[in-house]
C-alpha cells in the first residue's frame, strides 16, 4: 500500500506531529524531531484540509507479570490473537464486563478449553441480549467482583503465561486460576489528545462526528477510523485503499493534503470540501485528464473514470 500510494505523488512523513492549531486556515502543525518526543520543530507546516485518524490503543492494567508474558500469553485481542495454536484447548481468562468482553469470551470459547470472564463489580455492563449469550455459554464461568492481581508462568527465556492470581473483592480472597491466556477487554482509549480543546469530543475522547459522516465540527477537518469509531473499530481493514486513491489524487494538485491514516469517507469529503474551497482546480484536472486520455488513447483506469474518486 505504501509503494502504491507513492506511485500515486504522495509523499508521506514519517514523524510524530506534536502540536495543531485548527483555530484558521490553513491548518497549522509541528512535528517532533525524529525520535524525540520532547522537543518540536520551530518549523510550521500547513494543511488546507485534515483527515484525522490516529486511532484507539486497547487499555491494560499494568498487572505484574504483564510485560514478561505480553505475546506470551497476554493480549488485548482475542480476534487476533485466540486463533494461535498456544490457546487451543486451553483454560482462558478474559477482563472486563462490557459488550467487547462478552464478544471475545464468546469467540474464545470455539477455541479454549474454558473461558473465565473477571467482572470487577457484581453486574455486566453489556447489553441484556449479550449478558444471556455469555452466562447461558456452558464454557463460561463469570466470576463477579473479581480483579486480577498477578500473572505468573513459566520462568525460562520466552516462557509461556500459566496462572492468574485474582482477588475477590467482597471476600478479599486470593486465588489462583490456570489460565494459558488473558485477554484484556477493559476498553480503548482514543488518541485524540492533540486535538483536546480545538474539536468536539465525547466523554471517551472519541471525535464527534455529524452521524454518517467524517465531518468534525471544524471545517476541514475530518476523522476516520477508530478515533471516532468506539464499536466497529478494526472491522474493515482494507478499504483504506479507496481513500489513498481519492486523496492521493487530490494531492497530485494540490501539495498540502497530509493524512493521517485510512478512511474513505473522509477522503471523498475532505475532496469535495477542497473543490468547494477552490473552483480553479477543476479546469486543470480536466486538462490534466485530457492529456491522460491522449497519452492511454483513451482509456482511463476504472477509478479515474469514477466522477465521485
Ligand atoms: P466498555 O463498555 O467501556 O466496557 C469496559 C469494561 O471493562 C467494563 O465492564 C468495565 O467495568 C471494565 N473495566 C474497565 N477498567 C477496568 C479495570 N481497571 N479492571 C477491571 N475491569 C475494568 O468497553 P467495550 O466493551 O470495549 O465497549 C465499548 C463500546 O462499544 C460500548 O458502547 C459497547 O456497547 C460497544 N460495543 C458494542 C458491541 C455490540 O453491540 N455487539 C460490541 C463491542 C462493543 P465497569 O463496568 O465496572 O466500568
Not at 130 to 151: C, G, S
Amino acid at each position: 500500500m505504501r509503494a502504491q500510494s507513492e506511485a500515486c505523488g504522495t509523499e508521506i512523513i514519517s514523524q510524530t506531529v506534536a502540536k495543531v492549531d485548527l483555530s484558521s486556515r490553513p491548518f497549522k502543525y509541528w512535528l517532533h524531531p525524529m525520535g524525540d518526543d520532547v522537543e518540536i520543530e520551530e518549523e510550521t507546516h500547513t494543511a488546507d484540509s485534515l483527515i484525522i485518524a490516529t486511532g484507539a490503543k486497547a487499555r491494560r492494567l499494568e498487572l505484574p507479570g504483564e510485560d514478561k508474558y505480553w505475546g506470551n500469553g497476554v493480549s488485548a485481542c482475542a480476534v487476533c490473537d485466540g486463533s494461535l495454536p498456544m490457546f487451543r484447548n486451553q483454560p482462558l481468562v478474559v477482563i472486563g464486563g462490557g459488550d467487547s468482553a462478552v464478544e471475545e469470551a464468546i469467540y474464545l470459547t470455539k477455541k479454549a478449553s474454558k473461558v473465565y470472564v473477571l467482572v470487577r463489580r457484581d453486574v455486566l455492563r453489556a447489553s441484556k441480549a449479550n449478558a444471556r449469550r455469555l452466562t447461558t455459554n456452558p464454557k463460561v464461568e463469570v466470576r463477579f467482583n473479581t480483579q486480577p492481581k498477578e500473572i505468573k508462568g513459566e520462568e525460562k527465556k520466552g516462557g509461556l503465561m500459566t496462572t492468574l492470581v485474582v482477588k475477590n473483592g467482597k471476600t478479599g480472597k486470593e486465588e489462583e486460576i490456570e489460565a494459558r491466556g488473558l485477554f484484556y477487554a477493559v476498553g480503548h482509549e482514543p488518541a485524540t489528545q492533540l486535538f483536546k480543546g480545538q474539536l468536539k469530543m465525547d466523554e471517551d475522547g472519541y471525535l464527534i462526528t455529524e452521524p454518517g459522516t467524517s465531518i468534525t465540527n471544524v471545517k476541514g477537518v475530518f476523522a476516520a477510523g477508530d478515533v471516532q469509531d468506539k464499536k466497529y473499530r478494526q472491522a474493515v481493514t482494507s478499504a483504506g485503499k479507496s481513500l489513498s486513491i481519492s486523496a492521493f489524487r487530490y494531492q497530485r494538485k494540490r501539495s498540502n493534503i497530509h493524512m493521517t491514516g485510512s478512511g474513505c469517507i473522509a477522503a471523498l469529503e475532505a475532496e469535495k470540501y477542497l473543490a468547494e474551497q477552490d473552483d480553479t482546480v477543476e479546469p486543470e484536472l480536466e486538462a490534466e485528464n485530457q492529456a491522460e486520455k491522449s497519452q492511454t488513447n483513451g482509456i482511463v483506469p476504472e477509478y479515474r473514470s469514477n466522477p465521485l474518486l
